[in-house]
């Protein structure tokens, strides 16, 4: 009897038919809600367990996520030792060194550096996993550091054979960001272009004010093009578009993601067109700063 009264308040009174009740319909809605009853009970009964393997697959990935960060950190130490040590011997402090050395030496000097951006791109992007990237906007003229980007990468661009420009249009408004961030992103987005883009082919870096009060920067290049299936992928973290394993640049495949996830924290979008074989452009744009030093008006004529 309890069964049915929980049965009926479970809802078996719906399937009653109006009107005449016999035992058999009675019987049937009585049986229906029981089953009813028993369906839900088993259906919260995997919602827990589900509950609990989701709780139990983010402690693993934040675990992971921390174990990196050390990792990262603790490498960091002696790779700063080495690289001051290869400096040091470069610069000729511990004794003169052969044209021979100073090559081998420039080579270990390098690969610190690869090594080092590798293990800071690994940690901000934990930071940015674990919402813990900050960023110190401030009033920046990011022409002028796009301007630096490009400077800065022409030895990159020359040795492999690629023409690499800029060009910042005339009274750009000045945007609120972080420089050091922003850097970061530029820096990332044109390394990749310079590195998808075959020997002879061209890297163009472009500031122009707009869409409304922001600016928006483009990189572009006549490289390799990425297919329309990869497009949203490229930024998802470790993708990297199959190519030819002997021609693959390397890279962990994160720079993008933290590109992305950068300009979010700026309130902007990263995007992307491409067309494969012929070349790719992303996009961004960054919110105007405040109010703007204004124009020097003509004197009105009295
Ligand atoms: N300008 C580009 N032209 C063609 N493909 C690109 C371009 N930029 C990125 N990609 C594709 O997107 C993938 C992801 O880019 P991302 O910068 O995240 O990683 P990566 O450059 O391979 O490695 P990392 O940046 O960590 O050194 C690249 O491996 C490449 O396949
Ligand atoms: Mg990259």
């Known amino acids: 009897v309890v069964a049915a009264v929980a049965a009926m308040k479970a809802g078996a009174k719906d399937d009653l038919p109006k009107g005449d009740l016999t035992e058999g319909a009675l019987r049937r809605a009585v049986g229906n809600a029981m089953e009813m009853g028993m369906l839900e009970s088993r259906l919260a009964a995997q919602r827990r367990a589900l509950k609990a393997v989701n709780h139990d697959q983010s402690r693993k990935n934040r675990e992971l996520r921390s174990f990196y960060h050390v990792v990262s950190h603790e490498l960091k130490t002696p790779l700063t030792v080495i690289r001051e040590f290869t400096a040091i011997l ?8 052969t044209r021979d050395q100073c090559e081998r030496l420039g080579l270990v000097r390098d690969n610190c550096d690869r090594m080092t951006t590798m293990i800071d791109d690994l940690l901000d992007f934990s930071r940015l996993e674990d919402g813990k990237l900050a960023i110190h906007p401030e009033p920046l003229d990011v022409g002028g550091l796009a301007l630096g980007v490009v400077q800065g990468l022409e030895p990159v661009a020359e040795a492999r054979r690629l ?10 408004p000045v945007v609120r960001a972080d ?27 472009t500031v122009v004010p707009g869409p409304g009060p922001a600016v928006a920067v483009t990189v572009e290049d006549t490289g390799v093009g990425i297919p329309p299936e990869a497009l949203e992928r490229v930024f998802e973290r470790f993708y990297q578009v199959a190519g030819d394993p002997a021609e693959h640049p390397g890279g962990l495949g994160l720079g993008l993601t933290l590109c992305r996830g950068l300009v979010a924290l700026h309130g ?16 961004f744009s960054l919110a105007i700063a405040g109010p703007q030093p204004r124009e020097p008006r003509p004197c009105p004529r009295s």
Do not use: M
């Open 90 to 97: 470069l610069d000729g402090l511990s004794g003169p060194v």
């Open 163 to 172: 023409a690499l420009s800029g060009a910042v249009a005339p009274r750009v």
């Open 179 to 205: 420089p050091a961030r922003i850097r970061q992103v530029l820096h990332n987005l044109v390394a990749n272009a310079l590195k998808f883009t075959p020997a002879g082919g061209r890297v163009h870096v």
């Open 268 to 283: 902007g979008t990263l995007q992307v067109t491409s067309t494969p074989g012929r070349g790719s452009a992303f996009r």
